[in-house]
């Protein structure tokens, strides 16, 4: 059986087609679904019908990492894309209070999103983009016309380009003539890290709004390019399940989403029955998906006056696979996904004067809501920080949030923020409920069991000190309004003769800099006490951190390392003071034995089986994009580095397959001088493997007794899960993993409920879960009790070498710009501890 279907088999039967119109095996070369499409033929298809068709035209809107494109082809009558640039300006006037209420919305068409496969290897929401396109422009009568005449539809055809591109070539070269449907075969089970994820291994389903990758940047832009009424998001699930589509689980529902989205969902859903019903597919709603967490293809349209519509198919993950409800074939999970991609159009249809009234509506009352509020705007500022700020402020531009300037100093809780570094971001705006649920801190919940995170709360994830205004807002509060993230301008203080160069560690973008240097072979230090600048026109206070640069006694000389200075400031955004003597008036003086000689960091992280791709993929993201420092992984499995001395540094983020040898060859390693960061589940592998010893508080105890049900095994367990919450955290921040932080509190990302006991050492833990650790998200009492008090990271002692174990996730996602930095500081400063 070699799986070939012809486009009859998917199409309409009712319906002629144009010849005209290429079918997309005159592209692929074979039938749909006889093999998984590239993404380079799926590409060029939609790019050829664009080029064919006056009903159609391509915009591209990003290029992932891989530099492979991504866009929507855009299909709806030929006056309609004639007009098309006028048509989007009037739909985005829907989306304006001040103009909505006089708009006719009868004459107007409404505009439909379909996404098709953000996870790479779901691939048959990507195939079957093609045969939506096919059939928008080839299908011929008046049901077709009547649709183009009233909707703009955008076919997105691939929304993860380098994954999909990574699983296709996977299955197809497992691919045999005649098709194995062996659940065991090779074809289903993809090498590490799998296609489901982009190049850095992220889950592009989770970024929509910390928008850390190219594809997630250009995809929210141009949702708000064009602010579709229905926006749909096409995946796959375990193969022995049916199909699911939204409504999802009721009691799950986001309390900031209106309930008018979710009375939609349901209008929607009737056609998605019907149109199933009629293939004879089996499908379920409002079991185990939801839309609480934002973040996601089908929740972020939600909060922005759209209908985002999950789907999920049961995934064949090759091209015929057994399964416990028979053989699942490759087309029929294609003709499926093309099916509730013909029922969403003509939902769209029939219901679109309420789609669009419901844009209307949705903005107007965000209007009147945040006027009701008490909070009345959110005030924040990190002077100490401009890039991580600027950062920050980018992020809530790219949501079309509005962000002023404070047209004056503003007292919240008692702090004063400054008008000349602070920021302000007022509640009554069109992104009202957008803002209330980046900003607002939640810890009741009706259920504890969740699909993702419990809480993102944005400002926290950066460090930022932020504050609710309540206060009353006048005309003087608001200053201008910020259109581009003030990213600061690095600048170079001093001459060319200087004494030595100094920068300090609290600008995001210092681990850059400062490996840039070591990197020149160029020798660095850093401070390991406060002291005092002043030599008569620069006074500063420098903490420790700071990095000392000597212009003397140094190869390269002094001229290169002033070019190279001048370099760094432009590259990193860092300020660097050219100093003009090694003495200072209090504190230690630049030729200390405090001021603590580092070399650079040469790392190694274990890839591969046993590894996380997420904990892995962020920190390889981490280094790659944030502060160009390579990294070197290297699958455990087919380890070939002979000489670990190569290395200095090496990460463990799970449980790599290491054999006896080279397991003693990393103690040795270790023991002479070798760091070793254990990073999350790599605690339990040091602490199995005798690196380190590492107690672990027991879990929190199940209920137990008579009036215990079956029925309820689900909730009980999910009872003590973390499923992402924030905690604060108390840290000494004279120890070296913690310079560049100003305070003694910082927030953090916790997900997974592991509790460490702190160690005997009293310099072991200088982190540790505060005492009422619970910031914001859902967590038990059972296991707030248990963190309490836990130690958050350690430094063991081994030899001259030394582990530092990081329990918890400072890289979060790429968002977590506000503990990144303890990863660093482990890397930049473990072989000082």
Known sequence: MSGQYPISYYMPKHLSYDPGIPLPSEILGHDVGEWHATHDKLYFYMKMLADMSPKAVWEEYARSHEARPLGNLIISSEENIRNLEQLRLDHLKLSDPSVSAGMDISGMPVFIKLGYGVHGNESSSQNSAMLTAYYLLAAMGDEVEELLDNAVILVD??????????????????????????DNSREFNEVWPGGRTNHYWFDLNRDYIMLQHPESVGRVASFHRWRPNINTDHHEMGSSSTFFFQPGVKTRENPHTPKDNYALHNDIARYHQ????????????EEGFDDFYLGKGSAYPDIHASVGILFEQAGVKGHLRNTSSGELSFPFAIKNQFTVSLSTLEAGLRLKDKLLQHQVDFYRTAIENAREEEIKAYVFSTPADKSRNARFIQNLLQHQVKVYRPGKDIVCDGKVFKAENSFVVPMAQKEYYYVKSMFEKITGFE????????????????????????????????GPEVIYPPYPEGSLRGERDAYAW?????????????????????????ATEDFIYDDGDLRKNFKRGTIMVPAYNQKPGRDEIYELMKEIVGEFAVTIYGMKTGYTPEGIDLGSNSFRVLDKPSVMMFVGDGISSRDAGEVWHMFDQRFAMPVTMVDAEENRVSDLSEYNVIVIAGSPSLSEIQLEELKRWNRRGGVIIAYKRGNSFIDRTGLADIEYIPSASL?????????????????????????????????PLFYGYMKDHIPVFKSGADAVAKSDSPFANPAVYDNDPLISGYCSKENEERIAGSAFCT??????????SLYDNTNFRAIWYGTSRIFMNAVMFGQIL
């Open 157 to 182: 055809p691939c929304l993860n380009p380098d994954g999909f591109q990574r699983h296709s070539t996977w299955v197809n070269m497992h691919k045999s003539l005649h098709l194995n449907p062996d």
């Open 502 to 526: 100094i920068f300090e560690w609290n600008e995001y973008y210092s681990p850059g800099a400062l490996y840039r240097i070591l990197d020149a072979g160029i020798n660095a230090r850093v």
């Open 795 to 804: 430094v063991h002692s081994s030899g001259r070498g030394g582990i530092i």
């Open 703 to 735: 209920a137990s007794g008579e009036n215990v049900k079956y029925s309820d095994r689900r909730s009980q367990y999910s009872l003590h899960r973390i499923p992402g919450s924030i905690f604060n955290v108390k840290i000494d921040n004279t120890h």
């Open 274 to 285: 019907k149109y199933l019903d009629k293939i004879g597919s089996l499908y379920y709603t």
């Open 447 to 478: 259920e504890n069991v969740f699909y993702d995170i419990s809480t993102w709360i944005l400002p926290l994830s950066f460090n930022i000190d932020y504050a609710e205004y309540t206060g009353r807002m006048d005309d003087a509060l608001l």
